[in-house]
């Protein structure tokens, strides 16, 4: 056995919990030290051999760790973070603002290539595995059409949305994809569907004692852009149903492609997940991506990679002719 | 835009024709030349202007041809073609026996390598696109367990059998999935399941006059290796019935991975393909994996690869900053 692939993490939010597990799962791997902008003391980390380290201390940690995996959120974090550290560590990380991501690549293109780093960014399931089946199916199949679908799943932004609604204490949305138009797109029929159409919401309401239930449905089903072009229900819960049955943060979706081969024959190419916990599913796939992260920078390739430019075989810890023989 | 990548493809079998048909589809590629063991002038290509050719001239094409696509079966022709023109051509091939795919592999490996080549070998869906989705699957969620689904497809190896059947004319089996088989995995349940229980067969048969249909069906579903074991059907149809509603040759199947990530957490993924024509859907992946050994042999990468090495972003024609805007 090769000596372990040296893992570092940076932020202990949900995505750091789980690449906490996911390390853990991954016989090739050790965490060298989680690092937080917080009070290192107030991490809580299930196992207390790992080290909690002030982020102050990174740079000490050049020489110690050989992935940093970098668990901030897209909005505020990573936009200062990915391109900073992928100067000073080969780094992995879920990038997830589409339409930045061209930008967000040359800035940590910059900074891997400047500090001889290899930084695979945007890794995740969308983008990410989802992406790879967009593209994977789209080269196969030229003559058809993409579909994403999103769902059955909790989503957080609409979440934050409802909860921002006057009258309500606390609430929960998930996006569920239309069986319907789900339907259509497998039978090859090659629809144009706009958003609103391959989707549905449904939120679950603990409305604050007193608030006229009508008026916040009404808000929120005509909310512009959240809710507003979409087929919606509301429901009205109590703080204990919230916490009993709604605590999970469940996702998934589909991305489908159909088209024609040759003169009529149709191909249809389906790729879903169905995760009960899509941060730590997240957090899967981004250790995963660092083994092939380390391992690209060991063969000297340096600068910003996203999943297309990562070759399957890199995810595995077993060697090429074990994964020819029993996978292929 | 660049010089369109030359494609030579050898054999012209249901393989050959679906490669001819994605070739087409591909604005980035040209044939140069189909070439043949039969006399070129038999060919009946549906396109005049592509040069059929007798195979004795394949070497006269080195500096014409980027990528020999092999067409071949796998059982005679590929054993001997697949080494042997890897030493002459960048190749891909569908090397399909997955037990002998190590020293194929060792095999074409040495040749390409002797000829400065690049060959991709078993391509395809299943090996191919399937054996992917068991590696990467496998590698996210390394605590869990991985199904392959065949189905429902037209089985070459099992309809040969049936027709081996004293008293059958003419006939054709389906492998069927098991819809309980594919609901347990689903559930997360990660049962232990052999092939028999994870699918069924169907059988339809046009039998010679006068024999007895009884013993036909006993015989089917008691051979042993091939349908014994299975839940089978035999249905009697006549040769109009068979040319008529049998004549595609459709296939798919489902690799599903079920596992656990944190505690008890369950996360699904599935892939699935669902064919009208197996023989063009395999020759659409050729033709993608042809770019991909294309540009690996411009970049000064030689020897025997497979779908494991191969980054998804060679197989896509457009440019790798549009497929991070548009796909990731």
């Not at 990038?95 to 890794?123: C, L, M, R």
């Not at 909860?163 to 069986?179: C, D, H, L, M, N």
Request: with cysteine; charged share 25%; aromatic share 8%.
């Amino acid at each position: 056995m090769d000596n372990p692939i040296r893992i570092g993490i940076l932020g202990y939010g949900n995505l750091g919990r789980g690449t906490v597990k996911a390390v853990k799962q991954s016989s090739d791997m050790e965490i060298v030290a989680v690092f937080t902008r917080r009070d290192p003391a107030d991490l809580e980390l299930e196992d207390a051999s790992i080290p909690a380290l002030h982020i102050d201390e990174i740079t000490d940690y050049q020489d110690k760790i050989d992935v940093m995996i970098l668990c901030g959120g897209s909005a505020t974090d990573l936009p200062d973070q990915g391109p900073a550290y992928a100067q000073l560590f080969t780094t992995v990380d879920s990038y997830d603002t589409h339409a930045k991501i061209p930008d967000y690549f040359e800035a940590v293109d910059a900074a891997a290539k400047e500090g001889g780093n290899t930084s695979i960014i945007a890794v995740g399931w969308d983008p990410g595995l989802f992406s790879i089946n967009r593209l994977v199916s789209e080269s196969i199949i030229p003559n058809g059409e993409t579909y994403t679908f999103w769902g059955k799943g909790l989503s957080q932004g609409h979440s934050d949305a409802v909860r921002r609604v006057e009258g309500v204490k606390a609430g929960v949305q998930y996006t569920i994809p239309s069986e319907d138009a789900m339907d259509r797109v497998r039978s090859g029929e090659n629809p144009t569907l706009e958003t609103a159409e391959k989707h549905r919401r449904v939120c679950y309401i603990v409305p604050e004692t007193g608030y006229d239930e009508a008026k916040i449905e009404h808000t929120i089903k005509t909310m512009p852009n959240y809710f507003a072009d979409f087929d919606t229900d509301v429901h009205f819960i109590t703080e204990e149903q919230l916490a009993k049955e709604h605590a999970k943060a469940p996702h998934g979706g589909f991305v489908i492609r159909s088209g024609q081969t040759g003169e009529d024959n149709n191909q249809l190419i389906e790729f879903s997940l169905k995760l009960d916990s899509n941060p730590e599913f997240t957090s899967s796939v981004l250790v995963a991506y660092a083994r092939a992260a380390y391992r690209l920078n060991q063969a000297g390739t340096t600068g910003a990679k996203t999943v297309f430019d990562i070759a399957p075989g890199l995810l595995s810890p077993r060697p090429a002719s074990d994964l020819r023989r029993d996978l292929l």
